[in-house]
């Protein structure tokens, strides 16, 4: 299993995700590499750092809630989810610390990772903006445990958050999962590199 947790998604509190533009990746293309970068004091440069670590494919997902507050579907798009633990079955995602959504999607007792297809990249930028309704005009129906589930995604998982750890400038958040199932079919949404692309499978 994964443990990568770098994050590259944002504005909303998830960085990365900056302007879309199409990207395709094959298996054995050649990446050039270059120097490593230390900033005056002997820290690592954060442009450096996530320029080096875009290198590592993700794929994207939506975590969704209800705000139990005015009962309106709320969100946040994350490239830094990964599977943790099989027994018990629980997953991880990063949020970052300066998140206006993530506080609305922790007040429900379920959360729910809806897992991105390619052709949701117009999705995926709604859900990462700061502001305003994040979910007009989209199509979702209600999981098991009551939050949206986005028309196209390729699977969805009902979770329970169980420990949220601070780290940097992010916060690492366990959570268990309660319930999942697949949900429409196609090919993964990939963030590499700044850009959004798709998954070739080997001729």
Known sequence: ???HTARLIAPDGCRGLP???PRRT???AAMPTG???HSGNGHLDSHRFRQVLGRFATGVVAITGVDPEDGRPCGLAANSFTSVSLDPPLVAFCVGH???SWPRVRGAKVVTVNVLAEDQRAVCAQLASKGGDKFAGLEWTGSPGGNPVLAGALAWLDCAVE???PAGDHTIV???VLQLDTH?????LVFFRGGYGGFFEPS
């Open 35 to 37: 120097p490593s970068s």
């Open 19 to 21: 302007a879309s533009h």
């Open 98 to 100: 300066t998140s206006t």
């Open 184 to 188: 429409a079919e196609g090919g993964p």
């Open 163 to 165: 420990a949220e750890h």
């Open 1 to 3: 299993m994964s443990t």
């Open 174 to 176: 366990v959570a268990r």
């Open 26 to 28: 094959r298996n054995g």
